[in-house]
C-alpha cells in the first residue's frame, strides 16, 4: 500500500512525468555542446558551418512555435530577425548605446512587430495564404525601407557593427558555444510551453480551431501569444547575429536567405515538433553548402523540396520515417509469433 497524501503522489508522479519531457532537450544539448571537442575544435570553415546551421535553428524554433504550434505562416523571419540586427547596430553606433540595449531593443520590436501582425491576422480572419501574403508584403517592404534609409542602415552597402565582440564571431568556439545556448534556451521554452495549459491550446488551435473555440480557448489571444515569444526568439537571434558577426546588410536578412531556408528545414524536420528545427538545420546546412554555388538552382530545388513535403509528408519527412520505423518494428515481432 503506497503511504503519503494522494495530492503529493499525485504531484510526484506529475513532476517526473514532466521531467522526463525534458530529457530530449537534455539529450540535444549534450551532442551541442560535446560535438565541437571530437570533430571541428580546429577548422574555422567547419565552426562557421556548424555556428549557420545553430543560427537558422534558433530562427526556425521561433517560426516553428508560431506556424507550426498555430497555423501562423509567417513569411517574414528575415525582417522580423532584421529588426533586431538593425536596431542593435543602429543604437549601439548611432545612440553610443550599450550593445546589450540595442539586443534588447531589437528583440523587443520584433517581438512587438510579429504580435501586430498576428493581431492584424486575427482581426481580419485571415488564413494561412492570406496570413503568409499579408507577411511577405512586409517582408518586401522592409527591405525597401533599410535601402531607403541609407543613413541609418548603410543601405546596399551594409553596416559595420561596433562594439562586436571578436571572441564571438562565426569562426570561433564562442560564436559556436552562444548560439549553441540561445538553441538550448529556445528549446526548454518551446518545451515548457507544450507541457503547460498553453501547449493544450495550440495543439487544440492546430488541430481544429472550430473545436477549440467550443472548448473554450481563446484562439486570437494564444495565436497573439505564440506570435510574440516566436518573434521575440527570432529578432533575438537577429540582433545577436549582428553582435557575433560585426556587420549586417540587407541581403543576409533578405525572404530567399533566411525565409526559404527556415520553411524548409521546418517541413523537413517537423511541424509542432521539439527537435525538428534543430534536425532539419543539421541536415540542411550540408545541403547549402553542397549547393552554395549554384546560384538560383538552389531556391529551385528548396521550393521542389516544400512542395514534396507538403504533399507527401505533411507532418514532416523525418516524423513520417520515424513511424514507418516504428510500424516495421511492430510489425516484425507479429510476423515471428
Excluded at 17 to 35: E, K, M, N, S, Y
Excluded at 116 to 124: D, E, K, N, P, T
Aim: hydrophobic share 55%.
Amino acid at each position: 500500500m503506497t503511504s503519503g497524501p494522494l495530492p503529493r503522489r499525485l504531484g510526484t508522479v506529475v513532476a517526473g512525468g514532466r521531467g522526463r519531457a525534458f530529457l530530449p532537450v537534455v539529450g540535444a544539448a549534450a551532442v551541442i555542446l560535446v560535438i565541437p571537442q571530437i570533430w571541428f575544435a580546429g577548422s574555422e570553415y567547419t565552426t562557421g558551418l556548424a555556428v549557420q546551421a545553430l543560427e537558422f535553428a534558433a530562427y526556425a524554433v521561433g517560426f516553428n512555435l508560431i506556424f507550426g504550434s498555430t497555423n501562423q505562416l509567417f513569411l517574414c523571419v528575415g525582417a522580423l530577425a532584421g529588426l533586431g540586427g538593425y536596431a542593435t547596430g543602429i543604437l549601439s553606433d548611432h545612440a553610443s548605446l550599450p550593445i546589450w540595449v540595442g539586443i534588447a531593443v531589437g528583440t523587443a520590436v520584433a517581438a512587438g512587430v510579429g504580435g501586430l501582425l498576428s493581431w492584424i491576422a486575427v482581426r481580419r480572419s485571415l488564413g494561412v495564404i492570406f496570413t503568409g501574403i499579408v507577411t511577405l508584403a512586409f517582408s518586401l517592404g522592409f527591405q525597401d525601407l533599410l535601402l531607403g534609409q541609407e543613413h541609418l542602415t548603410g543601405g546596399s552597402t551594409g553596416q559595420v557593427v561596433n562594439g562586436a565582440a571578436v571572441s564571438l564571431a562565426d569562426t570561433r568556439l564562442g560564436g559556436y558555444y552562444l548560439f549553441a545556448a540561445v538553441v538550448i534556451a529556445f528549446l526548454v521554452v518551446f518545451r515548457v510551453l507544450q507541457i503547460s495549459h498553453v501547449g493544450w491550446a495550440f495543439r487544440a488551435l492546430r488541430d481544429d480551431e472550430t473545436a477549440a473555440e467550443l472548448a473554450g480557448v481563446n484562439v486570437a489571444r494564444y495565436r497573439i501569444y505564440a506570435a510574440l515569444v516566436g518573434s521575440a526568439m527570432i529578432g533575438l537571434t537577429g540582433a545577436l547575429y549582428a553582435y557575433s558577426d560585426g556587420f549586417i546588410s540587407p541581403p543576409v536578412f533578405a525572404f530567399d536567405q533566411i525565409d526559404v531556408k527556415v520553411l524548409v528545414l521546418v517541413a523537413f524536420g517537423g511541424l509542432g515538433t521539439l527537435l525538428g528545427p534543430l534536425i532539419g538545420a543539421v541536415v540542411f546546412a550540408f545541403v547549402d553548402n553542397a549547393l552554395v554555388n549554384s546560384g538560383q538552382v538552389r531556391e529551385l530545388i528548396y521550393g521542389a523540396i516544400v512542395v514534396v513535403i507538403f504533399l507527401s509528408f505533411r507532418g514532416g519527412f523525418v516524423p513520417a520515417v520515424v513511424n514507418l520505423a516504428g510500424g516495421l518494428a511492430r510489425q516484425r515481432p507479429a510476423q515471428g509469433e
